[in-house]
């Protein structure tokens, strides 16, 4: 190998090493955060909007809508739950298969983030998805939702870090 072509392959390499480094701090120093701003209800479903925030960004990004059951004194089962902020963690088990599951949800258990289309894929939680169905009460591609929700829990997401806001905007 001549030497330009290996002054070239050290600076790539050294290049490469330092954006490898300056990712590795950006993983290791930013926290995700998830909001649900609430936009649209009706009396069989509500609508809204999921962000995404890294500590490191200035203001969160819209990846995909929400759709839930509306609210119904939070009577697991047929109801959204409370607006507040609550803990997210990561579930692999059973046939639903990756999904985010939260925690702390007031008189609520197995609240979770899932792959559903209709209120009735809800059964109190919510479902992601990458369009809004013509029908208010409808999301559309809540696979491809699930998996950028994923891509960013692999890389950003901690059980002990990573939390869900969902506030009631409508």
Same mark, same amino acid.
Request: some cysteine; glycine content about 6%.
């Given at each position: 190998?001549?030497?330009?072509?290996?002054?070239?392959?050290?600076? *790539? !390499?050294?290049?490469?090493?330092?954006?490898s @480094?300056?990712?590795?701090?950006?993983? #290791? &120093?930013?926290t995700?955060?998830?909001?649900?701003?609430?936009?649209?209800?009706?009396?069989t479903?509500?609508?809204?909007?999921?962000?995404? #925030?890294?500590?490191?960004?200035?203001? =969160?990004? $819209? !990846?995909? %809508?929400?759709?839930?059951? =509306? =609210?119904?004194?939070?009577? =697991?089962?047929? &109801? +959204?739950?409370? /607006?507040?902020? %609550?803990? $997210?963690?990561?579930?692999?088990?059973?046939?639903?298969?990756?999904?985010?599951?939260?925690?702390?949800?007031?008189?609520?258990? @197995?609240? #979770? !983030?899932?792959?559903?289309?209709?209120?009735?894929?809800?059964?109190? *939680?919510l479902?992601?998805?990458?369009?809004?169905? /013509? +029908? #208010?009460c409808?999301?559309?591609?809540? @696979?491809? /939702?699930?998996?950028?929700?994923? +891509?960013?829990?692999?890389?950003?997401?901690?059980?002990?870090?990573?939390?869900?806001? !969902?506030?009631?905007? +409508?």
């Amino acid at each position: 190998m001549n030497r330009r072509k290996m002054l070239i392959n050290g600076l *790539c !390499i050294t290049t490469l090493g330092l954006v490898s @480094n300056k990712f590795k701090f950006l993983v #290791q &120093s930013s926290t995700l955060r998830l909001f649900l701003d609430r936009k649209e209800k009706t009396d069989t479903c509500m609508r809204g909007y999921l962000l995404t #925030q890294l500590t490191t960004e200035d203001k =969160p990004k $819209v !990846i995909c %809508y929400v759709l839930e059951l =509306p =609210p119904r004194d939070n009577v =697991p089962f047929v &109801s +959204s739950i409370p /607006a507040g902020t %609550y803990p $997210v963690k990561v579930r692999t088990d059973g046939a639903l298969g990756w999904r985010l599951e939260l925690d702390n949800v007031p008189d609520r258990k @197995n609240v #979770q !983030i899932h792959i559903g289309n209709f209120p009735k894929d809800t059964i109190g *939680c919510l479902l992601p998805g990458k369009e809004a169905g /013509a +029908s #208010q009460c409808k999301v559309l591609r809540s @696979n491809e /939702a699930m998996a950028e929700l994923k +891509s960013l829990f692999t890389v950003f997401g901690t059980m002990e870090k990573t939390e869900i806001t !969902i506030r009631d905007i +409508s």
